[in-house]
C-alpha cells in the first residue's frame, strides 16, 4: 500500500468521469483495482499549500478521514470529492431506483452541516458554532462579539427550543441560498 | 595485438570526427547545419508518433488536459464577493461553502506543489520517462521507440559526453591560462573568446537549439540581468550570448574547480557559505560590482529555486534592492524534446544531467526585455512583481505570488491569518455588528 502524493492523484481525477461513472454504475471491478493502490494521509493533505492557509482547511482534511482512521484509500477520497459534483451531471446518470447521489442538494448541505458538528452528534450546538467560528475569524473579533454573532444564530435558526441547531433547521435557514453553485466543481474537458 | 590496435583506430577516428566537425566549427560560432538536419527530422518523427497515438485512442483525447489551463473551473473573485453580494453583512451558516469550496478546489488542482515537478506533455514524445498515461498503440510505434532509445544511448550519448568533457577541460585550462595575463583588454577579450567557446561545445553537448530574441536589449556592462529558473542549465545558455558575472555559493567537486577557474579569467561574486547568511554584505558587493561600469552584468535567479517552466513564482526582493538597472529575460523551454526541469528532491546533478543527454534535444526560446528600473514610488517588493509579471507574460507562463522555497518548506502562517483577517473585516464591516434579530 504505498502513499502517493496528492498531485499525482490529480492526473488521475483527470479521470474523474469514468471513475465516477464506475462508481454510479457499480464498476466493481475498477474500483476494487483502484482502491487498492493508493492510500493518503493527513500530512500529504496538508502539504497542499492553498489548502494550508484555507481557515477551515482542518475541518476539511478531516471530512476525508472516517472515523478513527488516519488513512483514506482513493475510493473513499473519491466518494468525500463527488460531493462537489455538479448536480446536472445527475441528469445523464439517471437511476430512479438506486439511492441518492452523494452530490444532491440535500447530501451537500449534509456535508457543509458536519462541517460545523463537530462532535457527530447531528446537532450543532453553541460551543461547536463558536469553535467553527473562531477558525474563520482568527484573533480579529472578541469572544463577545463572536460570542453574540453565535446567539443571533441559533437564535434565527432554532425551531425546537432545544438551543442547538439540527439538520432539518439547517436545511431550512438555507433554503434559498444556491446551494448548486456554492458546492460545486466544474471539470474542464 | 590487433584488438587494442583496431579499438585505438576507432577512438582515433572518432575523436577526429568530433574535433573537426564539432569542436573546430565552435570555436569560430560556425554551425555546420549537422544539428538543425538532426532536429528537422526529430520534429517530423514526433509529428508522426503524435498522430499515431491520437489515431490509436480516439476516447482518451477527450480527456486530455490542455497544457498550460487548468483542469477545473475556478472562481478567482475575491472573498466578499465569493461569500455575498456586498461587505459588512452579518455572519450566515452559509459561509462555510466558500471556504470548502476554495478548499477542495485546491485539493483537486493544487496550483503550487504541481510546479516542483514535471511538467505533463499533452503527447508522448517518445521517451521512456514521459511515459505515463500512455499505452501500447501499434509496432511500428514501439520500434521507433525502441531505434530512439538505441540512438539516444549508444550514439547520442557518448558523443555528448565526450563534447562535455572537452568543453569543460577547454574552460578549465583556459581561464587558468588567461588568468595569468595582466588586465587588460586583450585578457578580457581572451577570457571572452574561451567562455564563450566553451560555452558553445556545451551546449552542442546537450544538443541545444536556442533561439534568442530582441537581441538589441541584451544586458550591459554594470547592469544586472534577472531570469526565470529551470535548471543549472539556464546558466549555459544565457552565457553563450553573453558573459556575465556569476553570483553565487562557493562549492565543492567539480563545481569548484569550475568555479575557481573562471573568477581568474574574470571577476565574478562568489560567497561562502556563511556570507551568504549576511543580506548586506551581499547587497554591499553586488552594488560595488556593478558601481564598476567594466564589470560584467550580475547574472541573479531571483525565484531561488528551479521551477519547472510551467510557470514564474515569487521573485525575492533582495536582488531589487541594489538598484542599478534590471535587464529581464525570458527562457522557455520547449518539453517535448526533453524535460530540463531540475527536480532537485528526485535526482542529483550527476543523475541530471545523464537524463539531459538522453534526451532528444534541449529546446529553448530567450527573450531579452527591455531594462526596467525602480520607480519613485514603487518599493522593492512592487518592482520584483513588475519584473516578474514582464517575464511571466513574455514567456507565456503563469505567474503565481507563491514562494518557491514552499518546495522544501511549509507555508507561513501569516498567508492564513491574513484570510482570517478580510473575513472578519466582511462580519464587523464598520464597526458595529447587528446582534437583534431582524
Known amino acids: ?189 | 595485438m590487433e584488438g587494442t590496435e583496431l579499438a585505438v583506430q576507432v577512438v582515433g577516428t572518432w575523436l577526429a570526427l568530433v574535433l573537426s566537425l564539432i569542436l573546430l566549427p565552435s570555436a569560430f560560432g560556425v554551425s555546420l547545419g549537422i544539428s538543425e538536419v538532426y532536429m528537422k527530422i526529430l520534429v517530423k518523427t514526433l509529428e508522426w508518433a503524435t498522430l499515431r497515438i491520437e489515431k490509436g485512442s480516439p476516447k482518451e483525447s477527450a480527456l486530455k488536459i490542455s497544457a498550460s489551463g487548468g483542469i477545473i473551473q475556478r472562481d478567482e473573485s475575491p472573498m466578499e464577493k465569493g461569500i455575498s453580494g456586498h461587505r459588512g453583512r452579518d455572519f450566515e451558516l452559509s459561509d462555510v461553502f466558500y471556504f470548502s469550496k476554495k478548499g477542495f478546489e485546491a485539493i483537486v488542482e493544487d496550483e503550487v506543489t504541481q510546479r516542483f515537478s514535471s511538467e505533463e506533455l499533452v503527447s508522448w514524445n517518445l521517451l521512456t520517462r514521459t511515459n505515463t498515461n500512455f499505452h501500447y498503440i501499434s509496432p511500428r510505434l514501439t520500434m521507433v521507440w525502441v531505434l530512439g532509445v538505441l540512438v539516444r544511448y549508444c550514439f547520442l550519448l557518448p558523443l555528448r559526453i565526450t563534447l562535455a568533457f572537452f568543453g569543460i577541460s577547454l574552460l578549465v585550462i583556459g581561464t587558468t591560462m588567461v588568468g595569468q595575463l595582466p588586465n587588460s583588454s586583450i585578457k578580457n577579450w581572451l577570457s571572452e573568446l574561451v567562455h564563450l567557446t566553451c560555452c558553445r561545445i556545451c551546449v552542442r553537448a546537450l544538443s541545444g537549439t536556442i533561439h534568442y530574441h530582441n537581441k538589441q536589449y541584451r544586458p550591459q556592462k554594470g547592469g544586472i540581468c534577472v531570469a526565470n529558473h529551470t535548471s543549472p542549465i539556464d546558466v549555459l545558455i544565457l552565457t553563450t550570448d553573453g558573459c556575465y558575472a556569476m553570483v553565487g555559493q562557493v562549492h565543492g567537486g567539480l563545481m569548484g574547480v569550475i568555479q575557481r577557474a573562471m573568477v581568474k579569467a574574470c571577476p565574478h561574486v562568489w560567497f561562502e557559505r556563511s556570507e551568504m547568511k549576511d543580506r548586506h554584505l551581499v547587497t554591499e558587493r553586488l552594488r560595488e560590482h556593478i558601481a564598476d561600469k567594466k564589470k560584467l552584468p550580475i547574472l541573479i535567479f531571483p525565484e531561488g529555486t528551479c521551477i519547472n517552466n510551467t510557470s514564474v513564482m515569487m521573485f525575492k526582493k533582495g536582488s531589487f534592492e541594489i538598484g542599478g538597472t534590471i535587464y529581464p529575460v525570458a527562457i522557455k523551454y520547449n518539453p517535448q524534446f526533453g524535460d530540463a526541469f531540475w527536480n532537485s528532491s528526485k535526482y542529483n546533478m550527476v543523475n541530471y544531467l545523464l537524463r539531459m543527454m538522453t534526451s532528444w534535444a534541449i529546446v529553448c526560446d530567450v527573450w531579452y526585455l527591455p531594462p526596467m528600473t525602480r520607480e519613485e514610488n514603487e518599493d522593492a517588493v512592487q518592482f520584483a512583481n513588475r519584473v516578474k509579471s514582464a517575464i511571466a507574460v513574455q514567456g507565456g507562463l503563469t505567474e503565481l505570488p507563491w514562494d518557491g522555497g514552499l518546495k522544501r518548506a511549509k507555508v507561513k502562517e501569516t498567508f492564513k491569518e491574513e484570510q482570517q483577517k478580510n473575513y472578519s473585516k466582511m462580519l464587523v464591516g464598520n464597526g458595529s455588528i447587528n446582534t437583534e434579530s431582524s
Open chain 1, 1 to 189: 500500500m504505498r502513499k502517493c502524493s496528492v498531485y499525482s492523484l490529480n492526473s488521475l481525477l483527470t479521470f474523474n468521469q469514468y471513475v465516477l461513472n464506475a462508481y454510479y454504475g457499480q464498476d466493481m471491478a475498477l474500483l476494487k483495482a483502484l482502491e487498492e493502490l493508493h492510500r493518503l494521509s493527513r500530512e500529504d493533505f496538508q502539504r497542499i499549500p492553498e489548502l494550508a492557509i484555507n481557515p477551515l482547511g482542518d475541518r476539511i482534511i478531516n471530512a476525508f478521514f472516517p472515523e478513527g482512521e488516519d488513512q483514506v484509500n482513493f475510493r473513499g477520497f473519491m466518494r468525500t470529492l463527488a460531493h462537489f459534483r455538479p448536480i446536472e451531471d445527475n441528469e445523464k446518470s439517471k437511476d430512479v431506483n438506486g439511492p441518492e447521489p452523494l452530490n444532491s442538494r440535500s447530501n451537500k448541505l449534509h456535508f457543509a452541516f458536519r462541517l460545523y458538528d463537530l462532535d457527530k452528534d447531528d446537532k450543532i450546538s453553541r460551543d461547536e458554532l463558536l469553535q467553527v467560528l473562531r477558525m474563520m475569524v482568527g484573533v480579529n473579533i472578541s469572544d463577545e462579539q463572536l460570542g453574540s454573532i453565535a446567539d443571533r444564530t441559533i437564535q434565527e435558526a432554532d425551531q425546537d427550543g432545544d438551543s442547538a441547531i439540527s439538520f432539518t433547521e439547517f436545511v431550512k435557514v438555507l433554503e434559498k441560498v444556491d446551494v448548486e453553485q456554492k458546492m460545486s466543481i466544474r471539470f474542464l474537458h
